[in-house]
């Protein structure tokens, strides 16, 4: 349906970004009838009226509107905040309220840039989505779209799109896949674009000091317990499950030492127990994921899946074995991996196709 | 292209952009004391009489501002502050709730900082208010009252305020009375004077003037306490050096909108009477807020607001926009946000109504050829605006705040 070769009328989600703004630039200087669009996200939609007095975005905002006005493109802002609370900002403080480490980098393609927003763009009249993420479609001879890799293997986003059903992917174009960031940013500079400098965003975007853990506790509040080692041996006390992620090791504060000495991580979390286990690195090796809600570029895979999987969103992927029994996804993995969070995605590749992804419900160790 | 947002900007008169291209290239501050200065202050002093008469003023009752919001902030904090260093107890500041934000955050800023109770006076369904809900406000305790303002004409419905009679309320009660006539000069009568109003706002840009100059009308009786500090050039009320290319400029605009105001408000009043029977013909589910007529006294003769139920305002405003016609959704925000207008909040309707509405608004420029370019496209917008409202309109659950 977005075939590239005739003009469409896209329209451009614009961050404010480098990568959104080239990626319009580029849709436009094809020929496609390009309206940006800057998507008001934060989590108080009244403070949009008091922008000048503390709106996070405003910035964001402005620096997409002048980025559209150099293109020469019309640019709106749609105020997606209220959907986006509930779908994204509600959800990632219950997974973590319920023991996981959820992506919502992930939760928000799926629900609200490719869904909420481009049911809106058809609606509308437009005939896809433009974005500026760095993974490529490529137009199989049958007239499938698959979901590739970006070029820029540093940069590549495939990862937080493999939640893309392909009715999904069939009103995407992202034109900066195929590129690497570095060209991308000189384009911008060629371009005359003002965002060419501006530092690539990290963080999650509704949290803006990056404290996550100060941000879940004022959702969250105290919930004081244990921290236990694999022992069952009590070895500290934590103000809330919510703070901790399988695998992490920093910031535990535990005041006695491991027996052996060595560095510990966080193993389990157990929101119900209120308790947080902690042990040596080698306990965190995992060689079966189960997955949760599968959803498929294409066609579901009939029987085993020979490919690679990929657990977080920045890492590489290691060789695996998928099926589908039921609605579950079972990966057995050639090689352990280590520091598997229930509520991360596990990402299947084909090379450097998506097949498609699910959300992990639990990791387990199988061989010795 | 149609544009149909005169009451956000109108297009400057030929008038007013000559006489201001011909001050620009004049040297001079009005308020130097050589000839120079002279010259300079010779043509603001002109602009000023000319201001006046045509508003039915005094010349020394013009206060030059920066514009229209100013006038405004000037008005109530000033008036405000004024008022209350006379007499400690006057903290009441009575404002319509359909009030432009420039009056009503200004109140609430008072409220907010400097002691104010703020009274919003309630409006009816055409978005009017009742006099008797002034004299109610007043009546309960006359003496705390600090100011009165109530907006001439609505900017987004149009609604026109009873505000002879406020002001005959008000000055029974002797409180001072401010109004906004923004968007009732040139196309309602508007006389100062003759309505016994005690301040009132108009600025350049909403008649054919310049933006970024305007006009508060202030009795003698009165002296706000400044906004602006500085050299004290306006009565000492209002500092900043004067605008003279701007001033000059307005004042030509101001002349020629009262003088043409008749033939313009029936001109206007066709237009947009047509305008309002064609969409709703192409469109039949959609409303016409504010008042209906017959009467044209009771709403601006170039507005027209319309809700189109199930649809979001910004999406139509955009379909809109790519085929070239320009109208406006109320009021957005700094980001660029279309907001849910306070305005239909006050008249009694829902945030969806509020949300799904576009303000029509005609000027000198409009033509018929407009108004047919809006009727051939409204009706397939509203069409492709319907289907998209419905797949983004919020979910039904978590709508407590």
């Known amino acids: 349906m977005t075939s590239q070769n005739r003009p469409l009328r896209v329209l451009a989600a614009m961050s404010g970004g480098v990568d959104s703004a080239v990626a319009a630039a580029r849709a436009a200087d094809v020929g496609h009838d390009v309206v940006g669009v800057h998507l008001a996200l934060a989590d108080n939609p009244k403070s949009f009226r008091t922008g000048a007095r503390g709106c996070c975005t405003l910035e964001d905002a402005r620096d997409a509107r002048r980025a559209a006005d150099v293109i020469g493109i019309p640019f709106y802002v749609w105020d997606l905040a209220e959907r986006f609370r509930e779908d994204v900002v509600d959800d990632f ?13 992930l939760r928000c393609n799926e629900k609200i840039k490719f869904a909420a927003v481009l049911d809106r763009a058809i609606a509308l009249g437009f005939d896809a989505l433009c974005t500026g993420h760095y993974a490529t479609i490529v137009e199989t001879a049958g007239g499938d779209r698959e979901l590739h890799r970006s070029a820029d293997a540093e940069k590549d986003q495939s990862y937080v799109l493999g939640v893309l059903t392909a009715d999904q992917l069939a009103g995407a174009m992202f034109p900066v896949g195929g590129s690497t960031k570095a060209a991308v940013r000189a384009e911008a500079a060629r371009r005359g674009l003002a965002v060419a400098e501006k530092p690539d965003s990290h963080d999650i975007c509704f949290i803006a000091d990056g404290d996550t853990a100060g941000f879940l506790s004022g959702r969250l509040g105290d919930v004081p317990g244990e921290i236990i080692d694999h022992t069952g ?5 934590h103000h809330g499950t919510h703070a901790f992620t399988i695998g992490q090791r920093r910031g535990l504060r535990i005041g006695t030492p491991a027996a052996d000495g060595k560095p510990r991580y966080v193993l389990d979390i157990s929101p119900i127990r209120r308790t947080v286990t902690v042990g040596p690195a080698e306990l965190l090796d995992v060689d079966e994921v189960v997955g949760l809600r599968p959803r498929w570029c294409g066609a579901p895979p009939a029987g085993e899946v020979v490919c690679a999987a990929q657990l977080r969103a920045h890492g590489g992927a290691v060789p695996a074995r998928a099926r589908l029994v039921g609605s579950e996804l079972r990966v057995r993995l050639h090689t352990p991996a280590r520091g598997v969070a229930p509520g991360q995605a596990i990402v299947l590749y084909d090379g450097t196709r998506v097949i498609g992804s699910a959300t992990i419900a639990a990791a387990a160790r199988t061989a010795a | 292209m149609p544009y149909l947002d005169h009451a956000a900007t109108t297009p400057m008169l030929p008038e007013a952009i000559e006489v201001m291209t011909a001050q620009l290239g004049r040297l001079g501050n009005p308020s130097s004391l050589h000839r120079s200065g002279r010259a300079a202050r010779r043509v603001v002093e002109e602009a000023r009489e000319a201001v006046a008469q045509a508003l039915g003023a005094r010349p020394s009752e013009v206060v030059f501002t920066a514009g229209g919001t100013e006038a405004d902030n000037l008005a109530i904090k000033g008036l405000y502050w004024s008022r209350r260093a006379e007499d400690d107890r006057r903290r009441r500041v009575i404002v319509a709730a359909v009030e432009h934000h420039a009056v009503l955050d200004s109140a609430q800023w008072l409220g907010e900082h400097e002691g104010a109770e703020v009274e919003l006076l309630p409006v009816d369904r055409l978005g009017r208010v009742h006099p008797e809900a002034l004299t109610q406000a007043l009546e309960r305790d006359p003496r705390s009252a600090a100011l009165i303002s109530v907006m001439w004409a609505n900017n987004e419905v149009g609604t026109v305020q009873p505000i002879a009679e406020l002001a005959e309320i008000a000055r029974t009660y002797g409180v001072p009375i401010h109004s906004d006539a923004i968007q009732a000069v040139g196309q309602l009568p508007v006389d100062f004077a003759a309505v016994g109003l005690d301040a009132m706002t108009v600025t350049g840009h909403k008649i054919g003037g310049p933006i970024g100059v305007g006009v508060l009308l202030l009795g003698h009786e009165l002296t706000p306490v400044p906004v602006l500090h500085g050299g004290g050039q306006e009565r000492d009320i209002r500092s900043g050096t004067l605008d003279t290319p701007a001033i000059a400029a307005q004042a030509v605009a101001a002349e020629l909108a009262v003088k043409r105001q008749p033939e313009y408000a029936d001109q206007l009043a066709r237009l947009r009477d047509d305008l309002v029977r064609r969409v709703v013909e192409a469109v039949p589910e959609a409303v016409l807020n504010g008042d209906p007529g017959p009467d044209l006294k009771a709403r601006l003769p170039g507005n027209a607001h319309l809700s189109f139920p199930g649809c979001e305002g910004d999406a139509l405003l955009m379909l809109l926009d ?10 957005a925000c700094s980001a660029g946000i279309a907001q849910p207008s306070h ?6 309707h829902v945030e969806e109504v509020a949300r799904g ?6 000027g000198h420029t409009s033509t018929p050829v407009d108004i047919d370019a809006l009727v051939d496209a409204i009706a397939a917008v509203v069409e492709r605006a319907r289907r998209a409202g419905l797949k983004s309109a919020p979910r039904a659950t978590d709508r407590a705040d």
């Open chain 1, 93 to 105: 403080v219950a997974e973590y309220a319920a023991g996981r480490t959820p992506n919502p980098c």
């Open chain 2, 322 to 331: 790519a085929r070239g016609i320009e109208c406006s959704t109320g009021s």
């Open chain 2, 357 to 362: 509405s576009l303000r029509f608004s005609l």
């Open chain 2, 343 to 348: 305005v239909l909040l006050a008249m009694g």
């Open chain 1, 233 to 237: 041996a009590v070895v500290g006390t």
